[in-house]
C-alpha cells in the first residue's frame, strides 16, 4: 500500500455480523451489518480531496496522489487487513415507520485511529449492498458535490457534521429520472468518501425495537455508550437514560445551529439522525435566502412542508421520541424517558431565544427580548428579506447614527423600495425598540460588531452557488468547486476578494 492509516476497527469486530455472505438484496436479522465490497469503476479519477481531512487521518497531500489513494477511496481495491460492510438500519420516513432501511448506497471501509481521534470512513456512491432496495447503490456527480461541499462548509461554520476527504468520478454513467417523470437520463457517476465518529443513526436502534430483538439491541447500545459516550460509565439503566438526556442535547446543539445559520436539512428522517449529533446524509438540503419559516428545499415535501426550516427544532424532538421509544426495553421506565423530552421541549425555547439574541448582538439575557426578536421575524416575513445579509449588516449598526438603520440594511430587502409606508414604520419601530435594548448591553458599538461577525455568517453556501459549482463541474471545469471550498474554509471572515459571493 502506498500510504498508511492506522486502523483499528471496532464496529465490525465487536458487533454481530450478517450470517448470509452473498451481496443480495434482503432482510438482515440480528445483525448490525453485512459485509460488502465496493464495486470496480472503470475510470476513476479524483476530483478534490480535503486536506484538513487528510491531516485528521494521519495522510499527506502527497498520498492523496498515489494510485492506491485513488483506488482505496473509489472503491476499486481494499485496504489490507479490512473488511468493508454496510450498516443495517431502519427508520420513521416522513412519520411513518418504514422498516429496514440500511446503507443501500454507502459502504464503509475501515475505521482509522489519529491523534487519539477515531473516524469512520465511508464511501457514499460505491455500489449496490443488502440494503440497496429497488435502487443501483449509486450516486451521481451533482448529489455528491452537494455533499461534498456542504458538509466541509458546515463544519467550519463550527455546526456538527460528518466530514468529507474526496470526491471522485467513478468513470461509469449513472441512469437517473431527474425530473421524477420518467424520463431517464444518464449522469456522471461519483463517490464521495466521508468520514465520522461513527455513522450509527437513530434508525440503527429502531430496527431492532421494531423487531423485538432486545438482545441485539442491547449489544449495540451498549457498544455506542462504550464507544461514543464513554463518559457516561458502564451500561445500567441510569446509564440508558443518561445516553439519552445527551443524545437530546447533541440533537438540540445541532439544530439550533442549523437554525443560526438557515440552513433546512430537508429530510429529517430518523435514519438521517445521527447518534452523535452530526449533520448527515445531505440530499434535498437547502439554505434560507429570503427568511421565511415554511420554506422547504425538499420539493418531494412540499404539500405538507414537514421538514420545513422553522419546524427542525420540533422535529428533533418528534425523532427523539422515537428513539426513546426505541430504548424503553432496556429502561422500562416511561416517566424518565418522557422528562427528557419534556426538558428538550423547554430547552429547545431557551436555546433558540439565546441563539437568535446572541445574533443581535444581545448577549445580556432580559426577559423582554423574546417578544423583541418574535417581532423582528414577523417583520422579516414580510419584508422578504435575506437572511445571511440581514444579519450581517445588523453588525455595521452604529448608536450615533441609528436613525439611519435603512441604509445599512437595505441590500438585505429584496425590494428596497417596497420598505415603505405603514412597514417603513413598523421597520423604524422596532429598530427603535433594538436601539434601545442594545444600549442596556455594555459592549461598544465595535467590539459588538466583532461578536456578531462570530454568529452571523457572511458565505453561506447558497442554491444557486452549489448549482454554479455543479454546471461547471459537468464540463469538466472543477475551478468553481475549488474556489468555493475555499471561502468556505472562512465563513466569518470578510474575504474582500469575495464579495461577488456575498450578495
Ligand atoms: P436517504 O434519502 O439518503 O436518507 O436514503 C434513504 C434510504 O434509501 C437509505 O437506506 C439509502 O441507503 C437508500 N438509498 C438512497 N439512494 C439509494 C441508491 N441510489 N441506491 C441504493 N439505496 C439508496
Ligand atoms: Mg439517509
Redesign the pocket.
Known amino acids: 500500500m502506498d500510504f498508511k492509516l492506522n486502523i483499528k476497527d471496532h464496529f465490525n469486530i465487536e458487533l454481530p455480523e450478517d450470517s448470509i455472505k452473498e451481496n443480495t438484496r434482503r432482510q438482515v436479522k440480528e445483525a448490525c451489518f453485512s459485509y460488502a465490497i465496493p464495486k470496480k469503476t472503470s475510470k476513476p479519477a479524483l476530483i478534490h480531496v480535503s486536506l484538513e481531512m487528510l491531516t485528521e487521518l494521519g495522510l499527506t497531500e502527497e498520498d492523496a496522489k498515489t494510485h492506491d489513494f485513488l483506488n482505496v477511496f473509489t472503491g476499486n481495491k481494499v485496504l489490507e487487513g479490512t473488511k468493508p460492510y454496510a450498516m443495517c438500519y431502519g427508520g420513521h420516513q416522513f412519520g411513518n415507520w418504514a422498516g429496514q ?6 459502504i464503509n471501509l475501515a475505521e482509522v485511529t489519529h491523534n487519539n481521534k477515531n473516524w469512520a470512513i465511508q464511501l457514499k456512491g460505491a455500489g449496490e449492498t443488502p ?3 429497488t ?5 451521481v456527480l451533482r448529489s455528491s458535490i452537494r455533499e461534498y461541499l456542504c458538509s466541509e462548509a458546515m463544519h467550519y461554520l463550527g455546526v456538527p457534521t460528518t466530514r468529507a476527504l474526496s470526491l471522485a468520478l467513478s468513470g461509469d454513467q449513472v441512469l437517473r429520472d431527474v425530473l421524477y417523470n420518467g424520463n431517464h437520463a444518464y449522469d456522471k457517476g461519483a463517490i464521495v468518501s466521508r468520514v465520522a465518529p461513527s455513522f450509527l443513526r437513530f434508525g440503527s436502534y429502531e430496527i431492532f425495537a421494531s423487531r423485538g430483538d432486545k438482545k441485539t439491541l442491547k449489544t449495540l447500545v451498549d457498544y455506542t455508550i462504550k464507544n461514543h459516550y464513554a463518559h457516561l460509565g458502564n451500561p445500567s439503566k441510569e446509564v440508558y437514560i443518561a445516553f439519552l438526556k445527551e443524545v437530546a442535547k447533541r440533537g438540540m446543539d445541532m439544530v439550533i445551529h442549523w437554525q443560526r445559520v438557515g440552513f433546512v436539512h430537508g ?1 429529517m ?1 430518523t ?2 439522525m445521527s447518534i452523535l449529533g452530526l449533520t448527515i ?1 445531505y ?1 434535498p438540503y437547502g439554505w434560507l435566502e429570503g427568511y421565511d419559516h415554511g420554506w422547504t428545499p425538499n420539493t418531494t415535501d412540499r404539500t405538507h412542508k414537514r421538514y420545513r426550516y422553522g419546524t427542525q427544532p420540533q422535529i428533533v424532538l418528534w425523532n427523539l421520541l422515537q428513539l426513546a421509544n426505541a430504548l424503553y426495553p432496556l429502561v422500562e421506565d416511561a416517566t424518565a424517558l418522557e422528562a427528557i423530552l419534556m426538558e428538550y421541549r423547554e430547552e429547545v425555547q431557551v436555546a433558540y431565544l439565546k441563539m437568535m439574541s446572541n445574533k443581535l448582538g444581545l448577549f445580556e439575557e432580559l426577559k423582554d427580548d423574546a417578544v423583541l426578536v418574535e417581532d423582528l421575524e414577523k417583520l422579516l416575513q414580510r419584508s422578504e428579506t435575506d437572511m445571511t445579509l440581514f444579519f450581517r449588516n445588523l453588525a455595521d449598526l452604529k448608536m450615533e447614527t441609528w436613525a439611519d438603520w435603512f441604509s445599512v440594511i437595505k441590500d438585505a430587502f429584496y425590494s428596497p423600495e417596497e420598505i415603505a409606508g405603514d412597514l417603513k414604520e413598523d421597520w423604524t419601530k422596532w429598530f427603535q425598540r433594538y436601539g434601545e435594548r442594545l444600549a442596556v448591553e455594555t459592549l461598544s458599538d465595535k467590539a459588538r460588531k466583532v461578536e456578531m461577525k462570530k454568529v452571523n455568517p457572511k458565505y453561506v453556501l447558497r442554491n444557486y452557488m452549489a448549482q454554479l459549482a455543479i454546471d461547471a463541474a459537468d464540463n469538466g471545469d472543477y475551478s468553481i468547486l475549488g474556489e468555493l471550498f475555499e471561502l468556505l474554509k472562512q465563513p466569518y471572515a470578510e474575504q474582500p476578494d469575495a464579495e461577488k459571493w456575498f450578495a
Open positions: 432501511l440500511g446503507d443501500g448506497r454507502a440494503y440497496s432496495r435502487a443501483d447503490g449509486l450516486a429530510v428522517n435514519d438521517n446524509d440530499g
